[in-house]
């Protein structure tokens, strides 16, 4: 027969069952005992009482047993709650002492802020009555300086007059004239910066005391010229006896082929001097012309905006004419209008205030400056002449030939507006005018790129505006918005007023 390998649980299993069939076999041999004898009906009754008794005590025991279980679970848990109100109430304790102690210490930082904020405004207010000690110092020195400058200059000039070539004297003084003219002319120089509202500096005063000193040495030494003046006289009559006569016909000779050669070259001297004196009076009248220009536009066209175009076509033919009265033209503006460059100069270092208000185009005079809407007006005037100039070009000129400034450096100078910081009332006022006059033309030049740019002013540029404004200041501004929101919406810009048709020039 074939042998059956069990694994070892199967073989556990098997040995199992074998003892229960066992133990059952045994139960029943007893069963059967019992069955046998006469009291196996008593002894069931007492199994059964036994086992109910067991069973009462085992539920007494569990019973028992469960409520020690619940009352040390209500226990542990009524000692839970009162560790977790105890640390709950230490930790309230505990944020309540560190909001106390953070209170603290913020008052404490305040209180220290505040005497340092005290301690820097009163020494912002020493050092303001140290700068104004030391500017009316700068002042008193400044009007010592121009008393001495001009005590200095007077008597430059009495010297001066004293090197006046005479005909008694028969001395050459043309060398003293020509250095004396020369130190008044550098004294002039320095005079000059006074006449514009400056003080002479410490520099300039000793240039002039120096001045001063080699004016008094000219005199001596032409004193000593004059005095020594007779005797060399005569010693040069006694030297011009001893020659030979036969020496004197050659010398008249060649002072009479030198008196051609010099008839010659003063003609030359004199043509030079003509041709130099046409190039400065040019000069002078291209510099003239620029100012005029500038001028009309500072004063005219800040009273009569229509104004600007006539002068702005005026200024744009001579400035195709004459491209250096063109230049000159816009260096006086950009002198008196830094913002049609555009440019913010910043304060330097050192800078008097009035002299920064000079730079920014205030007028500043002995009265003081002049005030805030007369100041915006000039500037409104200035702006509104550039934008026409470079929309126009003369009509009498050149029609293959670019403008001279064109409408690009108008698109170039809005680009640099929008790409700088603005200033309370006067960037406002400047956009506003200048959009006005030229907005027209640059639409029709640039289309859809002038619409971006904006579109670009209006949602980015115009809310700084608005943020360094001022409730004082907000006319410019109101203008502008209403400027922008009209064009934006009709997605047109009208021309301006005053701007000359084609037929203007065809009457």
């Not at 620029?290 to 744009?316: L, M, N």
């Not at 004419?321 to 913002?339: I, T, W």
């Not at 009509?395 to 809005?414: E, F, I, M, T």
């Amino acid at each position: 027969p074939s042998i059956s390998l069990l694994s070892p649980k199967a073989m556990e299993t098997a040995g199992r069952i074998i003892k229960f069939e066992e133990e059952q076999r045994e139960k029943a041999k007893v069963r059967r005992q019992l069955r046998s004898t006469s009291d196996y009906r008593l002894t069931v009754l007492t199994a059964l009482k036994l086992r109910q008794e067991v069973h009462e005590r085992l539920v007494a025991v569990v019973a028992s047993s469960e409520s020690e279980q619940l009352k040390r679970f209500e226990e542990f848990m009524e000692l839970k709650q009162r560790q977790e109100f105890q640390s709950m109430r230490d930790m309230m304790d505990r944020e309540t002492k560190e909001s106390i102690g953070r209170q603290e210490k913020l008052k404490e930082e305040q209180r220290h802020r505040m005497k340092i904020i005290n301690l820097r405004l009163r020494e912002a207010e020493q050092q303001r009555l140290r700068e104004a000690e030391l500017e009316r110092q700068r002042q008193a020195d400044g009007r010592d300086r121009l008393r001495n400058l001009n005590t200095i200059q007077e008597e430059i000039l009495q010297l001066n007059q004293l090197l006046e070539p005479s005909s008694g004297t028969g001395t050459d003084l043309g060398a003293y004239c020509t250095r004396g003219n020369q130190l008044c002319s550098q004294l002039s120089e320095v005079v000059r910066k006074t006449a514009e509202g400056e003080f002479p500096s410490v520099d300039d005063m000793t240039g002039a005391e120096r001045a001063l000193h080699e004016m008094r040495a000219l005199i001596r030494l032409m004193q000593e010229d004059v005095a020594q003046a007779p005797e060399k006289k005569k010693n040069d009559e006694e030297e011009e006896e001893r020659r030979s006569k036969h020496e004197q016909l050659q010398a008249q000779q060649e002072a009479h082929k030198k008196a051609n050669s010099a008839e010659d070259g003063t003609l030359r001297w004199f043509k030079e001097l003509q041709e130099s004196a046409a190039r400065c009076a040019l000069s002078f009248e291209q510099l003239n012309a620029a100012k005029d220009a500038q001028k009309q536009g500072e004063e005219e066209v800040a009273s009569h905006h229509e104004a600007a175009f006539p002068i702005a076509v005026v200024a744009s033919g001579v400035w195709e004419l004459h491209p250096r009265v063109g230049e000159l033209f816009l260096a006086h503006l950009h002198k008196k209008c830094p913002y049609s460059v555009p440019h913010y100069p910043p304060m330097k270092d050192g800078t008097p205030v009035e002299e920064y208000q000079r730079i920014l185009g205030y007028r500043v005079d002995d009265s003081g400056v002049e005030g805030q809407d007369s100041f915006l007006k000039r500037m409104s005037g200035m702006i509104r002449l550039y934008a026409a100039v470079i929309q126009l070009k003369w009509p009498y000129g050149s029609k293959q030939a670019a403008a001279p400034h064109g409408l690009n450096h108008g698109w170039r100078w809005l680009a640099q507006m929008l790409n700088m910081e603005p200033l309370a009332d006067i960037t406002a006022t400047l956009l506003f005018d200048f959009l006005e006059v030229c907005g027209n033309a640059l639409m029709k030049q640039y289309q859809t790129q002038f619409w971006k740019l904006i579109v670009l002013l209006k949602e980015e540029y115009f809310p700084r505006i608005e943020a360094v404004t001022s409730s004082g200041q907000m006319g410019s501004v109101i203008r502008l918005k209403q400027f922008l929101q009209t064009s934006l919406q009709s997605r047109q810009i009208r021309p301006p007023k005053g701007q000359l048709s084609s037929m203007f020039w065809g009457s």
